[in-house]
C-alpha cells in the first residue's frame, strides 16, 4: 500500500480523533490530523472509559497507561441525592477477571489526550496540524480535499469530521442542523480528595433526586474528585465549558442534598457549567468519501457516560471497515450501518435515564427505585445484566 491509495485526512485532533488517527495507522494508513487549536488540550474535567472502550485501547497497546494515569472503581452504583442511601452497587474491578471481559477506568480528560497524543506522536504514519483550522471540504472521483482556513487544501482518500457538536464538516454534509437544548445544566469542576471532610465513594456513583441527579467519581489515582450535576432549568442556555457559575447558584441547586454532594460544591475553587444539547439520528453521516465521527454524527447526553466511549468505538469501526483498493465511498456505507443503529440506541437511552434519574414525586421515586434495591439486594445479577449490551459490546471482533 502507498500514501496515495491510503491516505486519511481528520479534521478533529480530540479523543475521537487521535483514536482515528490511530486505529487508521493500525490499518496501513497514513493519516493527517488538523486541530484548530494550537495544542493539544482538555479541560479540567474527568471521563468514565468503560469496558467496551477499553477493549479498543487494548488492541491499541494503550491500556496499561491508560490504567496507570486513571483510577479504577470498585463499583457503579446509584444513591439517593438527599439521603445518600444506596439503590444498589455493582462490582467492577474484581479479581483477575474484570466484569465485562475489561477494565473500567476514570481518567482525567487531559490525561487521556496526553496518552492518545503521545501515541501518535511517535507513530511515523500520523502528522499533526495544530493551529490549522478546516472550513469545508471538496470531493472529486474516488478522493477528498479538506480545505484549510488559509484557502489551501488537502487530498486524501478518505476525510474523516471528527469535529465535535458544531462539526464544519457535518454542516457542509447536511446543511444547519440545530442542536435541540434539553432543558438541563450541567455543572463541572474538580476537587482534590484531601480538601474534602466527605469524599465521594470510590465508585461510578450516580445521585438521583428531583429535577436534578449528580455523579461523583475518582482521578488520577483517587487523588482528584470528580464532580457532574445536572440541573433541569431553562434559565440559562451557554455552551462553553470554560464558562463559570458562582458557587452559591450551584449550592443553591442541590440544597438539602447529602453532605458528600454539598461539601464537592463548596470545596471547589471554580464551578463550570455548561447547557447541554443534542441532535436526533441525522439522516447520513457520509458524502462519498467523507464521514463523521463522534459528537459530529450522535452527540450523546452524559447521562450514560458513553459520549467517549461511542467516539472510540466509531474510530475502530471505521478503521476496519475501510481497506486498500476497495471503494472508499461503500466501506465508509458499511461504517455507518455497523455503527449507527447502536449509537443511536446508546443516545435514546442517555436520554431516557434522565427521567430515571429526576423522579420529582415520593410515589415516583418509590416506584423506580423501590424494585431497584429489591434486584441490588436479591437479583444482583439482573442489574449487572441490564448493562451488558453497552459493556460487554467489544468492536475489536471485527479484527484490525
Not at 474491578?93 to 501515541?119: E, F, K, T, V
Amino acid at each position: 500500500m502507498t500514501r496515495s491509495d491510503t491516505h486519511a485526512l481528520i479534521s478533529g485532533g480530540g479523543i475521537g480523533g487521535l483514536t482515528a488517527a490511530l486505529c487508521l495507522a493500525r490499518a496501513g494508513w497514513s493519516v493527517e490530523v488538523f486541530e484548530a487549536a494550537s495544542a493539544l488540550k482538555e479541560m479540567g474535567a474527568g471521563l468514565q472509559l468503560s469496558p467496551n472502550a477499553m477493549k479498543v485501547f487494548d488492541r491499541l497497546g494503550l491500556s496499561d497507561d491508560i490504567a496507570a494515569r486513571g483510577f479504577s472503581p470498585e463499583a457503579l452504583e446509584l444513591r439517593l441525592g438527599r439521603s445518600g442511601r444506596r439503590v444498589f452497587s455493582v462490582p467492577v474491578n474484581q479479581g483477575a477477571d474484570p466484569a465485562w471481559g475489561a477494565p473500567y477506568i476514570h481518567i482525567h480528560r487531559a490525561d487521556l489526550l496526553d496518552i492518545l497524543a503521545d501515541a501518535a506522536r511517535v507513530n511515523p504514519a500520523i502528522e499533526i496540524n495544530l493551529g490549522t483550522k478546516t472550513s469545508g471540504y471538496e470531493t472529486e472521483d474516488r478522493s477528498a480535499r479538506l480545505i484549510l482556513g488559509d484557502g489551501s487544501k488537502r487530498i486524501g482518500q478518505l476525510l474523516l469530521g471528527a469535529d465535535g457538536l458544531h462539526s464544519t464538516i457535518r454542516e457542509q454534509m447536511l446543511g444547519d442542523v440545530p442542536a435541540r437544548f434539553t432543558g438541563n445544566l450541567a455543572w463541572r469542576f474538580t476537587v482534590p480528595l484531601a480538601d474534602l471532610v466527605s469524599p465521594p465513594p470510590p465508585t461510578a456513583c450516580v445521585w438521583a433526586g428531583p429535577g436534578r441527579h449528580a455523579v461523583t467519581y475518582r482521578l488520577r489515582g483517587g487523588k482528584l474528585a470528580n464532580f457532574v450535576g445536572i440541573v433541569e432549568r431553562r434559565d440559562w442556555q451557554g455552551e462553553s465549558w470554560t464558562e463559570q457559575g458562582a458557587k452559591a447558584d450551584a449550592l443553591n441547586d442541590f440544597e438539602g442534598w447529602d453532605d458528600t454532594v454539598t461539601g464537592l460544591i463548596d470545596a471547589a475553587d471554580a464551578h463550570f457549567r455548561w447547557a447541554l444539547f443534542d441532535r436526533p439520528p441525522l439522516e447520513t453521516w457520509c458524502d462519498g468519501p467523507v464521514t463523521l465521527l463522534g459528537d459530529a454524527c450522535h452527540p450523546m447526553l452524559p447521562f450514560q457516560a458513553q459520549g467517549a466511549a461511542q467516539a472510540i468505538e466509531d474510530a475502530y469501526v471505521l478503521a476496519s471497515k475501510v481497506e486498500a483498493g476497495s471503494d472508499i465511498s461503500v466501506a465508509l456505507r458499511r461504517y455507518e450501518a455497523a455503527r449507527k443503529p447502536r449509537a443511536s440506541r446508546i443516545q435514546a437511552a442517555s436520554r431516557s435515564n434522565m427521567k430515571t434519574f429526576h423522579k420529582g414525586s415520593l410515589p415516583g421515586q418509590a416506584a423506580t427505585y423501590g424494585p431497584m434495591w429489591i434486584a441490588g439486594q436479591f437479583l444482583p445479577g439482573v442489574v449487572r445484566s441490564r448493562l451488558d449490551w453497552i459493556y460487554g459490546h467489544d468492536v475489536t471482533e471485527m479484527g484490525l
